[in-house]
């Protein structure tokens, strides 16, 4: 059997036969035009892998690739290149960023291919695949990828760097440009100009070459004017000079025939075009003009691009030729290609150099060009705008401005229901321009631009309110130069066109200014009546009468403000705050006390009602604002109590101890100044009572006492238990004060109170706060009125003797005081006198061993004066060893008092002699227990001590 005979699969295929059956299956894919969003991805993909084993089968020696296998490859690859346009000419296929990457991916493929598979026997085989090469690199361009692009263009170019035939000369000069294009666009400037130079041998050839090097030239030369790079390779005057010979040298030709004339001559135009911008950046504007005279005598006046003018404009200008820029902006404006954009840049630039004085002339020249329907107006809007920004920011330029757009023929520009918006952007304009005159406090500028605003104003319904905005801001420039009347006037007519409560609240300002204080007021009644009122205007005119020194008004807009609080609506601060203000004002007026504490009352009502925090505020806001409510009536309480107006006087501590007490801050500070509030307030009470010659009434009293009682509860945390040192006196005095207070409104009552008085004036001693002389003053009062505490009053003077002889520097003038006082009890206490004896006995304990002049001169010698008189009585009354023991008393004492040395003999002797006659009766009084002699005979003449 022939090996032909064999059944197929035991034929052996062809090398590389796989390779092949997958690359043809590839491009049957590329040519089915499938749809979906992956097939181009998936499609690249393929191909990538199928690339990557093709070259593996290039490079392998053990079995290479054949001729026959080279052809099919090229053939697949033209086939897959035909199938890349048709599907870049289809509209079926996606179009997205990532699909138009895979497309570009499926097309590089087909060079690649070419590439791999080598040169086989086609004619121009190396052109060809350089060429596909070529056009793959400007699809990646177009895509942005310039690194892929020059990839193509760096593999294409050995394959026709030879140049052996025309078509490899003619696909090298397009690489060569497209890759100096492509390093222009990388920044790789002296490449790019290298680049150009290699192929200018390679465009000789044909006109066509020429045309498209310098066109080249004009892209990069075009490129470097526009970026100005730093690489002295690209000069932009250089480059576009040799597109400029290369479009002469084209144009020269015989070869040039009239086809390609028109393109020659535009690049031409162009490059000139160009050089002339060159010339202007380098400020040549000689060279400028130059440009532009052979431009125009290559082309004609007719044909020229209007930039021609404009450069020209800008060159006549910059050489200081006002007259022929004149003339360059009158055929700019006269040239119909020439966009209306150009034409006011151009207008601008004139007026720049020509001064506001040219404005109208520019505007005629504007408005016979633009004969559209509001196109005139728009361009005046440019030129009006122009003058506004060259004319400075002083009055010199709102004055340019102003006569410009009052002039008729300007404003005749604006009629017409079209220029609407023109005569908005106009009315804006000259709006801004006052505004900032306005700020810098032209008022007079700024008025006068205001009203020529208004000639941009219609009359009809949907300009109402900005025309009531003119007259508003009419009214506050006047109101500002203290032109009242004026104001006045503008503010009625606003009111006219639009009444509201920003006519209304300047109307107020007005009257303020005027001192119309009783008709301010009037209208801020009004002005809470109007539809748009808001509560925020009241805030307003309670500062615009602050800053006019008109209390009144100011306390009368707190007053409308604060009734606005009980409707729920929206408030523009706390009720709190209003209150405040309120009372802050009221503090500047004279005898306002009524009326603080009338609001203070308020502030108090309302809190109990809301809530601290919902009154106040949360947090230290919140705390803050109690505390100034809380200080304020402290210092009202203690400025009223200083003029002697003890009813207020009472009623603000009390009010300061609710505002206190309300407090979340729970230290000693705070409740030490509840607790003086309250013991304050109700000594102020007293106070008035005795001021008053009223007497208070039961419920007061028991008012006072429930206040007093909270004090007592706030005292033990208060004050600490031993309090010495002088920066604690005050406190002692409060201490004492409540005591104090505590002890009259209990003697109000009747002697049931008895016990709770004396309870009361122990726990005081108790505390160690106490002060002798506050137990003086203490057991004074208990001795005193209608109803004496007598058992007070002796504990009260003993008490005070006992602290003050404790201490270290005893005050025998308190000490002395309280003996005498106790003196005066024992007598209503004790007839016997036993009691007056033992308070004597304890002074003579005292007094022995003092230094001289240490007790009080007065008070000891009333001391030994009255022992020495009680003994008198109780020698009249027949009881001689009684009057023995005061007399014997008195010498003792009169021995250690300084102020009884000259009495001394004279009592010893009649005591002597009173010895000798009543000596044996006083011996038998003694032994009687000291019954006393009813005997009075025989008796000798006392003296008497004063």
């Known amino acids: ?21 997958d690359l043809n299956r590839v491009v049957d894919d590329v040519e089915a035009f499938d749809t979906s969003d992956s097939s181009a991805e998936k499609l690249a993909a393929d191909l990538r892998r199928l690339l990557t084993s093709l070259a593996s089968a290039a490079s392998s020696s053990s079995s290479p690739l054949t001729a026959a296998f080279r052809l099919k490859v090229w053939n697949l690859g033209f086939r897959l290149w035909n199938a890349c346009v048709d599907r870049a000419n289809s509209t079926a296929l996606a179009r997205g960023p990532a699909a138009r990457v895979a497309e570009a991916e499926i097309r590089q493929a087909a060079p690649e291919l070419l590439l791999l598979a080598g040169l086989p026997d086609v004619p121009n085989a190396a052109a060809k695949a350089a060429s596909l090469f070529h056009r793959t690199g400007l699809v990646w361009l177009d895509l942005g990828r310039a690194d892929l692009a020059s990839a193509c263009f760096e593999k294409a170019t050995p394959l026709v760097s030879a140049a052996e035939t025309r078509e490899d000369r003619t696909v090298l000069l397009d690489l060569n440009l497209a890759r100096a294009r492509t390093a222009s666009g990388a920044g790789e400037h002296a490449l790019s100009v290298a680049l150009l130079s290699r192929s200018k041998p ?5 006109p066509e070459g020429v045309k498209a090097l310098a066109k080249e030239y004009l892209l990069i030369g075009k490129a470097a004017l526009a970026t100005k790079p730093s690489d002295p390779a690209l000069d932009a005057s250089s480059l576009l000079t040799e597109a400029l010979d290369l479009c002469e040298k084209a144009a020269a030709s015989p070869s040039c025939g009239t086809p ?5 001559q535009a690049i031409k135009d162009q490059c000139l075009r160009f050089l002339a911008v060159e010339r202007l950046q380098a400020d040549d504007y000689e060279g400028t003009l130059r440009c532009i005279g052979v431009s125009r005598t290559s082309l004609g006046l007719g044909e020229e691009h209007p930039s021609i003018e404009f450069m020209a404009l800008r060159a006549c200008l910059g050489s200081g030729n006002l007259a022929e820029a004149g003339r360059e902006l009158e055929r700019l404006m006269a040239n119909a290609e020439a966009p209306d954009s150009v034409c006011v840049s151009a207008a601008e630039l004139y007026l720049a150099n020509a001064g506001p004085e040219a404005a109208l002339k520019v505007l005629a020249a504007l408005a016979a060009r633009c004969r559209g329907e509001g196109a005139a107006a728009a361009a005046a809007v440019r030129v009006v705008k122009k003058v506004a920004e060259g004319a400075g920011r002083g009055t010199g330029r709102a004055r340019a401005i102003a006569e410009l757009a009052s002039d008729e023929r300007v404003v005749a520009l ?33 008025a006068d631009l205001i009203e020529r605003s208004m000639l941009y104003v219609s009359r009809d319904e949907e300009s109402r309110s900005r025309r009531a905005d003119c007259f508003r801001v009419l009214c506050l420039c006047h109101l500002a130069l203290r032109h009242l009347d004026r104001a006045q006037e503008f503010i009625i007519e606003a009111e006219k066109v639009e009444p509201n409560i920003h006519c209304g609240f300047l109307k107020f300002k007005i009257l303020l200014q005027k001192e119309e204080e009783d008709e301010a007021i009037k209208l801020m009644k009004i002005m809470v009546g109007y539809v748009d009122f808001n509560p925020h205007f009241l805030t307003l005119s309670i500062h615009e009468a602050i800053a006019c020194k008109s209390v009144r008004v100011a306390v009368a807009s707190l007053t409308f403000l604060l009734g606005l609080y009980s409707s729920g609506k929206p408030m523009p601060m706390t009720e709190a705050a209003v209150l405040r203000n309120l009372i802050a004002l009221l503090l500047r007026e004279p005898a306002s006390e009524a009326e603080i504490l009338k609001y203070s009352r308020h502030a108090k009502l309302r809190m109990a009602e809301l809530g601290v925090e919902a009154f106040f505020g949360k947090g230290t806001v919140g705390l803050r604002e109690l505390n100034w409510f809380a200080v304020n009536t402290w210092n009202m309480a203690i400025r009223v109590a200083n003029e002697k107006k003890y009813d207020y006087c009472a009623e603000f501590f009390e009010l300061a101890a609710e505002f206190l007490g309300s407090s979340n801050v729970e230290d000693d500070a705070n409740r030490l100044l509840v607790c003086k509030s309250l013991i304050l307030s109700v ?8 001021l008053n010659k009223s007497p208070l009434s039961d419920s007061d009293i028991k008012k006072g006492v429930e206040m007093l009682s909270r004090a007592g509860k706030l005292l033990p945390s208060t004050w600490p238990p031993v309090l010495v040192s002088s920066d604690h006196l005050e406190d002692n005095n409060f201490l004492f004060l409540h005591t104090l207070k505590f002890y009259q409104l209990l003697d109000r009552m009747d002697t049931r109170a008895h016990p709770q008085q004396l309870q009361l004036v122990k726990n005081f001693v108790a505390s160690k706060a106490c002060t002798p002389g506050h137990l003086l003053k203490l057991g004074d009062i208990a001795s005193q009125g209608t109803q004496p505490n007598l058992l007070v009053a002796e504990f009260s003077l003993k008490a005070s003797i006992t602290t003050a002889l404790a201490s270290h520097s005893p005050n025998y003038g308190v000490i002395s005081a309280a003996l005498r006082k106790l003196v005066y009890l024992a007598g209503f206490q004790d007839c016997n006198g036993d009691a007056a004896y033992d308070v004597f006995r304890q002074a003579f304990q005292i007094v022995v061993g003092l230094r001289d002049g240490e007790y009080p001169f007065e008070e000891g010698k009333w001391l030994a004066v009255t022992a020495w008189n009680k003994s008198f009585l109780a020698v009249r009354l027949g009881q001689h060893s009684v009057a023995r023991k005061w007399m014997k008393m008195s010498l003792d004492l009169a021995r250690h008092l300084e102020s009884m040395k000259q009495n001394i003999t004279a009592m010893e002797e009649y005591i002597e002699h009173f010895q000798k006659i009543y000596g044996k009766e006083l011996d038998e009084c003694s032994q009687q227990d000291g019954a006393p002699s009813t005997s009075m005979s025989g008796s000798a003449s006392q003296p008497v001590l004063v």
């Not at 059997?1 to 059956?21: C, D, F, N, V, W």
């Not at 390609?260 to 020659?264: D, I, K, R, S």
């Not at 801004?432 to 032209?442: D, G, I, L, Q, Y």
């Open 1 to 21: 059997m022939k090996i032909s005979e064999l059944s197929p699969e035991y034929r052996q295929p062809p090398p590389h036969a796989g390779l092949l059956t």
């Open 202 to 206: 390679l465009a000789v050839a044909s």
């Open 683 to 690: 000594s102020g009470m007293l106070h008035a009572e005795e």
């Open 260 to 264: 390609t004339t028109p393109n020659l």
């Open 414 to 446: 604006f009629d017409g229901p079209a220029n609407a918006h023109e005569r908005g952007t106009i009315h804006a304009l000259l709006w801004t321009c006052a505004t900032e005159h306005f700020h810098a406090k032209n008022y007079e500028t700024s």
